[in-house]
């Protein structure tokens, strides 16, 4: 028998719960579940990959100095504001155990990304979940929820599971407005889908308490190799490389991620036909009476009449081979996340919803 007790707050966590894979038989089934990229990753990341694989026997740099170079390049930020993580997971937790813990609060929106809530309690804190505007990030419930004890604020934009966005404006009126001892953090893992975005970056360079994290694992199709940064004043990136791991980031996802950066044009053509796709699926399926709302991300948000038809739409699609997001644990047991996938899987995916449509008459 353990008898030792976990801190307060671990056991309150519920397991993160991943998009369902298809099993190694099911080669056919078509992977809609995690907002992965369709296109694979990029070739200059292989060969990358394949170019640094002899050279595994050798520690990563530790600094990362090459990838965030290449990352202040590519974005037009500073190398010296940038941290990288396993993921961008991995930020949002050095974020929640460098500045909240015991007796403080960390928010997130109603249906806000899973992992806030997971690593404010493996932190110690309190999570505090604060309502939406059907469905939108709702600024002025944020400023009400705000109080003396809290640390941090974590809003998606682009957020998951919703898919929609709030502008500029009101994002600056939030930062504008939160207590001074508390950081806002903007999560940009969609932020590359939306055209001339920059993620809420120009806010940071007036701002030293906003902070911003960035993936691999969307855009540059790179989720199984764990790679995010995040972006913020000096003081902040300080406090969080005193609790990273010095060497985080193996050699090959470093190099892959180097690489990434490099191909445009792969980001352009995953951009102009996630675009495109989405705008066809959510059409095709609203002719249905399926709605979504207007998507800034690589994935639509389906509402249903209610969770039975959606559960009963899960269960049919998955028979068919189609493998799409349930999204009862964000509260919205109505709906399902369809990620937007290449041609041939949004076709699919669209006639096998019909289908089940149609078998439920
Ligand atoms: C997918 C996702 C992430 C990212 O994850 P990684 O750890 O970088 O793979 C972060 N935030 C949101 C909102 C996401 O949907």
């Not at 998009?19 to 070739?43: D, Q």
């Not at 929640?96 to 249906?111: N, R, S």
């Not at 001339?196 to 806010?203: C, E, I």
Request: net charge neutral.
């Amino acid at each position: 028998m353990l008898k030792v007790e976990p801190k307060q707050g671990i056991l309150d966590i519920a397991l993160y719960e991943a998009g369902s894979a298809p099993k190694a038989e099911e080669r056919t089934v078509i992977k809609l579940s995690s907002n992965e990229n369709p296109y694979g990753p990029s070739t200059k990341s292989i060969d990358a990959i394949t170019r640094h694989a002899a050279e595994v026997h050798l520690y990563p740099s530790t600094n990362h100095l090459d990838l965030r170079q290449a990352i202040a390049t590519r974005f037009g930020l500073n190398d010296k504001n940038i941290i990288c993580g396993v993921g961008s997971d991995e930020i949002i937790s050095f974020l929640c155990y460098a500045f909240a813990g015991p007796g403080d609060e960390v928010i997130h929106t109603e249906h806000g990304f899973a992992m806030y809530k997971i690593s404010a309690l493996a932190a110690g804190a309190k999570p505090v979940k604060v309502r939406e505007n059907n469905r939108y990030t709702d600024v002025d419930a944020i400023l009400e929820a705000c109080n003396n004890r809290t640390r941090l604020i974590f809003i998606a934009n682009p957020n998951n599971p919703t898919s929609t966005m709030i502008d500029a404006h009101k994002v600056q009126r939030l930062a504008d407005n939160i207590p001074e001892t508390c950081i806002l953090v903007l999560d940009g893992a969609y932020a590359e889908y939306v055209p001339n975005f920059d993620g809420g970056a120009s806010l940071i360079h007036e701002r030293e308490n906003v902070f911003m994290t960035r993936t691999f694992s969307k855009m540059y199709g790179l989720g199984g190799l764990r790679i995010g940064w995040g972006y913020g004043s000096k003081h902040v990136i300080d406090i969080l490389n005193r609790i990273r791991g010095p060497f985080n980031l193996s050699t090959l996802a470093l190099a892959a991620a180097n690489s990434a950066l490099t191909d445009v044009d792969y980001v352009d053509k995953s951009r102009n036909e996630n675009t495109r796709l989405r705008e066809w699926l959510s059409n095709s399926l609203s002719n249905l009476g399926i709605e979504s709302d207007k998507s800034y991300a690589n994935f639509i948000l389906a509402r249903f009449k209610g969770s039975e038809e959606a559960s009963a739409c899960y269960k049919f699609l998955s028979n068919e081979g189609v493998l799409v997001r349930q999204v009862a644990n964000y509260n919205l047991p109505n709906c399902l996340r369809i990620t937007i996938g290449d041609e041939v899987a949004c076709k699919r995916v669209y006639e096998s919803i019909r289908s089940f449509l149609e078998s439920v008459g």
